[in-house]
Structure formats: structure tokens, C-alpha cells
């Protein structure tokens, strides 16, 4: 069985470091979307050893907070399902009171239509924030 996390980044890579890299999604929608990704095929969170789920949440915590300071959103939520794809991988996603699915969850029925002008206002800023999150993922791991 092949894994697509395993034969490729998984969306724009942003950082890549010798044990996991950051990816953005394209999330239609959700431009703010995130994914920290285990380089090595496991499961499960559960499979790594003790240091390893620390340098994952760790680095898990490093977007969440970049997300934080330079967009501002309502909420970031954090998943990892991997029921789709069973490679470890979390989710880290900007929300926004504008967007097509808030409160509920990025895979739920949207609520509203889709606010073009606030998507395409945040994208314009993605190529900075994906420089201040490589900043800030390089000074962690440094």
C-alpha cells in the first residue's frame, strides 16, 4: 500500500527538518492550513517514543503560536485523525469568525457561503506567514 505522505511533501512545503516538516495545505476555504508531518511512516502518535512526541508537539506548538501572532484568529484548531491517510500528521488551522464553516469544525457542513474577499485577503499574506513560521521553526530547531 502506498502512502502519500511518504512519496510526497503532502501541500507547500514550508520547513523540513530531519525528523518531521511543516506543509500548507490547500484547504479550499481555509487558507491558514497547516500540517506538521512525521518524515518516517508511523501511525499512530503513540508510536513514537517519549522525546519524539515532545519534539512533534513541540513543533506543533511553534506554528500554533506563529499562526497566533501574525493572523490573529478567532481559534487555531488542532487535529490528528489519520483517517484517511495513516501517517502522523497534525493539523493546525487558523480560524476565522468569516469563515465558511466557524464554529464548527473544518469538516462539518459549511454555514454560510464562502467570504472570497477575506480568503483572498489572507492569501496574499501567506507567503510572508510562511516566512515567519520557517523563521521561527529554524530558531526552535537550531
Known sequence: MSCPLCTEDG???????????????????????????????VAEFSDLSPAERAHCMD?????????????????????????????????????????SHFPAPVWAAALRERDSAQEDALCARLPALDAQVRQALAQWAA
Do not use: C, S
Open 11 to 41: 501541500g507547500a512545503l514550508v520547513w523540513r527538518g530531519a525528523r518531521l516538516r511543516v506543509i500548507r495545505a490547500n484547504e479550499a476555504g481555509f487558507p491558514a492550513f497547516y500540517r506538521v508531518v512525521w518524515n518516517a511512516h
Open 59 to 99: 513543533a506543533v506548538a511553534v506554528v500554533e503560536q506563529t499562526l497566533r501572532e501574525h493572523l490573529a484568529p478567532a481559534k487555531i484548531n488542532l487535529a490528528a485523525l489519520g483517517n484517511m491517510v495513516p501517517h502522523l500528521h497534525w493539523h493546525v488551522i487558523a480560524r476565522f469568525g468569516w469563515d
